[in-house]
């Protein structure tokens, strides 16, 4: 019933920055909780940011300072702000709508978009 469509990565250099973008459908966006998870080869896919429908923020400790992520209720949509990118972040970056239903919380995920931080 929920649509999430990621766009904004790319290839950028260390030191650079990238803002993703996170499209989503429905008409109760502003009451989900919104979240970027990243992934890299071999490893488990690790929670990055989150944001609330009240806009209470947390971000994981490797990303504090750097990224920041956002919501316009108005458009539907999450944004992520990368700055001082590093190698180490690196990784298919995903949105992800967690929202409350009878019988405990679902989970949206969108299709994920490639994020290579390289000289």
């Known amino acids: 019933q929920v649509q999430l469509v990621e766009s904004g990565g790319g290839l950028v250099q260390p030191g650079g920055s990238l803002r993703l973008s996170c499209a989503a459908s429905g008409s109760r966006f502003s009451t989900y909780l919104m979240h970027w998870y990243r992934q890299a080869p071999g490893q488990q896919r690790e929670l990055v940011a989150g944001i609330s429908s009240g806009g209470s923020t947390n971000y994981a400790d490797s990303v504090k300072g750097r990224f920041t992520i956002s919501r316009d209720n108005a458009k539907n949509t999450v944004h992520l702000q990368m700055n001082s990118l590093k190698p180490e972040d690196t990784a298919v970056y995903y949105c992800?709508?967690?929202?409350?239903?009878?019988?405990?919380?679902?989970?949206?995920w969108g299709q994920g978009t490639q994020v290579t931080v390289s000289s």
């Open positions: 992800n709508a967690r929202m409350g239903r009878i019988g405990g919380p679902y989970d949206y």
